[in-house]
């Protein structure tokens, strides 16, 4: 593929907030500027064009040599998005997530030797209390029982990330903070001003972050019994940026996905593939050309 990176980093991530979507619709081209008319709740249209925006941003740091409009990305029958280009597909893996202002796009090319674009998944959640019930319901025992382990000791950068959004919500008090840190006080809902179910709940917003990003490897979504994809191993270590993570499919595929998590200020970011790989690039937003 034209001007697409490859190895030795053959994924890559973006994580941009809706103030940078533009309001007008010229970065739109081919199908997507139908999907967008029709998307009537401005809600639902406000989070899909900030999914596409990400998408589109990330591709052209990809692609360093394009610009918006070069880049459509269409709904496959499966509703899984994909990657196109000249009324082409391409052969770039993508994934999206929004949640409370926020997108995430994850995206991967073949390896330098490997033809086969590897498969990739991503999820991001915003870290508030989940109830017993629903860790009953949506989690198997063994993930119950890890879930439960590591609920009751918190790490320290959940910790900090929690009591510095409550203290600064506490207050009110946005001077001297930047665009980012003020739009995660503004996002801080009432229930996550409560510190100890917010703690405690830390791990099963992980672990069903995690198993969203799998079933976005299968291109199952929720479509698909979330206790069929099982959060095996997680790893909590205060120096790194990117934590592993593996899943395991007991579904009739099987398998098993490997990928990492991290924190962005109270958001949970999980990326997946169904190949080992090193830590996504992070990539940069930048001001790109509509046309």
Known sequence: MEGVVSAPHPWGWLLLQQA?????????????????????????R???????????????QWAPA?????????????????????GAAMPVAISL????????????????????????????????PRSEAFVRD???????AYIHALGRQPPLMVSRAVEDAM????TNGTSGLGQAQKSEVSSTSPEVRKPLETLGSWSAVLFWSAKESALKVLRTGLHRDTRSVVVEEVAV???ASWQPLRVRDDGPRGGQFYGYWRLCGLHVVTVLS??????PRRLSRQSYAKK
């Open 20 to 44: 940078s979507v533009p309001p007008d619709d010229e970065w739109l081209v081919g199908e997507e500027v139908a999907k967008s008319a029709q998307l009537q709740v401005i809600k639902r």
């Open 46 to 60: 406000m989070s899909w064009r900030l999914g596409r925006f990400t998408a589109k941003s990330a591709l052209c």
């Open 66 to 86: 394009s610009c918006l409009r070069d880049w459509e990305i269409r709904s496959a029958a499966d509703g899984a998005p994909e990657v196109w280009r000249d």
């Open 97 to 128: 997530s929004h949640r409370r202002g926020r997108g995430l796009c994850v995206l991967a090319s073949a390896e330098v030797g490997i033809e086969e674009v590897p498969s990739v998944g991503c999820d991001l959640e915003f870290l508030e």
């Open 138 to 144: 949506y989690f198997t025992r063994s993930e119950r």
């Open 167 to 170: 203290a600064i919500a506490e």
């Open 237 to 239: 270590e205060p120096s």
């Open 274 to 279: 169904d190949r080992v790989l090193p830590p």
